[in-house]
């Protein structure tokens, strides 16, 4: 977390998070990861957390860079998947899994966990055995289920609440939207 606050990517206000949740604290991996040594040494700390794997794949936006620094750690290729016009994630760009491929899946932060399910369920649906997921932030206090065994450089309780019990919408405080998608 010292990297957090020493970049000012620590934030607190009143955010609305990419699972439709608002909290009072938000990480703003991007401010962290501009700064390349930091992407690196993070990218080799989680690297050590996962198990060997021929691939690391990340959902773009926020897992790029430290999908890629992993994978650079681990000395395996990288891909990435995006959202088609209908909001499904997609693997594009040539990139291709060969049927028993092993991957870890990697992502910036994981709040419900929603955007590296899915990149599983892409590489599940291509023949990949997805053995692990990794993320720099697990605001999840460790309860999002991935169906894999998960690994974190920070877990952290964050407090988050579905709109209607917001509390910081009731005091009126306006919510800002940060990240890079939408809300649900």
Request: net charge neutral.
């Amino acid at each position: 977390m010292t990297a957090f606050r020493e970049t000012g990517a620590y934030l607190k206000g009143h955010f609305r998070l990419t699972s439709g949740l608002h909290s009072d604290e938000y990480l703003q991996c991007a401010l962290v990861l501009q700064h390349p040594a930091i992407a690196e040494r993070m990218g080799r700390e989680l690297a050590a957390l996962l198990p060997d794997c021929d691939l690391v794949a990340s959902p773009a936006l926020g897992g790029l860079i430290v999908g890629h620094e992993v994978a650079r750690a681990r000395g395996v290729r990288f891909i990435f998947t995006e959202r088609d016009p209908n909001g499904k994630m997609i693997l594009r760009r040539g990139f291709s899994v060969r049927p028993g491929e092993t991957a870890v899946v990697v992502e910036d932060v994981i709040t419900t966990g929603g955007s590296t399910r899915e990149v599983i369920e892409v590489l599940h649906s291509l023949g990949a055995r997805v053995i692990a997921a990794g993320s720099i932030i697990d605001r999840s206090g460790g309860r999002a289920d991935l169906g894999v065994p998960r690994y974190a450089l920070a877990t952290l309780e964050v407090k988050s609440w579905d709109p209607q019990d917001c509390p910081l919408c009731r005091e009126g405080i306006p919510v800002e939207k940060p990240g890079s998608r939408p809300a649900a």
